[in-house]
């Protein structure tokens, strides 16, 4: 990455962790330690969500352009080939040392305990996924590898445009999910904005691929009024393909950079994510298992799938 764009990161709160990494405190640690609220995956996946670090190992590097994505969105013409991506040991040090200093600033808060504070100093998990698509990085398993040699659980969120990359992984993450943010190639190509023609494509590959993989799976859609909520029986179609363990319907937040494409009309109401969830789930045969009006979540899932939350 260049000076200026890694100026940018700095200047955004990442720490960055060499060429192409960085690390970012997910602002629910803050509402944890200081107001006891956790994140939705705390209460439907049981993460203690303060003791959870937020990292990329390729901020700067993704293939689509999704009108929603709240990240700092400027990924430029580079090529994969001219990318200097960082080592996997290396990354994941520097990530959990920057964690610890990033946190460092909540002790003596009166708000926060001490213990937990301590807690917040020692990750046991992270969520590959926060700028850039992680599936661009060509050592994607040996990272998820040296965090749970480090006893951290880990969660990987893809876009699903890089099936060969989740196929060869050789350390699957405790959690993977893929993204499924349209009901079809029009809605993809206009809300995604993918850089090449192949991706969605691409995408209904990686769905194919969830059943093989050992792990739990998990389709996330993101749902943006006026532009992909409806279509249910598209997306059932779509879900029946990855027969994932948990379907998360969250609504679009009109945060971070988003705000420069969306308006904040585009973001749904629980109700209407609900209904969406509720109309998908009836399709597919699965119930609700939790919902999270906060967060404009629901999760959908069966009876088997319940057991691997409990
Ligand atoms: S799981 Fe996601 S939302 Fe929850 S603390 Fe980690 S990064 Fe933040
Ligand atoms: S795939 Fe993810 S990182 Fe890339 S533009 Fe979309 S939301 Fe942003």
Not at 212 to 235: A, F, M, P, Q
Request: charged share 35%.
């Amino acid at each position: 990455m260049d000076e200026e764009k890694k100026d940018i990161f700095k200047k955004h709160g990442y720490a960055l962790t060499g060429e192409e990494s960085g690390v970012k405190l997910c602002h629910w640690i803050s509402e944890k330690l200081i107001e006891g609220r956790s994140c939705y995956k705390e209460d439907f996946y049981g993460i203690d969500c303060h003791r959870c670090l937020q990292m990329s190992p390729a901020l700067d590097v993704c293939n689509q352009n999704c009108l929603f994505c709240w990240r700092y969105q400027d990924y430029g013409e580079r090529k994969e080939k001219d990318l200097e991506f960082d080592d996997p040991e290396e990354i994941v040090e520097r990530s959990i040392e920057a964690q610890k200093k990033l946190v460092s600033g909540f002790r003596g808060d009166q708000r926060c305990s001490e213990d937990m504070w301590r807690e917040a100093r020692e990750p046991n998990q992270v969520a590959i996924s926060l700028s850039g698509e992680p599936s661009m990085y060509p050592r994607l398993g040996e990272l998820i590898e040296e965090y749970e040699k480090r006893g951290m659980t880990t969660f990987l969120v893809s876009n699903g445009t890089r099936p060969d990359v989740l196929e060869e992984l050789e350390d699957l993450p405790t959690q993977l999910y893929i993204t499924l943010a349209a009901p079809n190639e029009e809605i993809f190509k206009k809300l995604c904005v993918p850089n090449t023609a192949s991706l969605w494509d691409r995408v209904k590959e990686s769905l194919d691929l969830l059943p093989s993989l050992d792990t739990r799976t998990v389709v996330r859609h993101t749902l943006v009024k006026d532009w992909n909520i409806g279509w249910e029986s598209e997306y059932a179609d779509l879900v029946k393909r990855g027969d994932p363990d948990f379907i998360e319907a969250k609504g679009y937040v009109f945060v971070g950079d988003s705000r420069r494409r969306m308006t904040i009309d585009n973001m749904p109401s629980h109700d209407t994510i609900k209904g969406f969830a509720e109309r998908e789930a009836d399709l597919l045969g699965l119930e609700t298992l939790q919902e999270k009006e906060s967060s404009r979540v629901v999760l959908l899932g069966s009876v088997d799938s319940r057991q691997k939350i409990e």
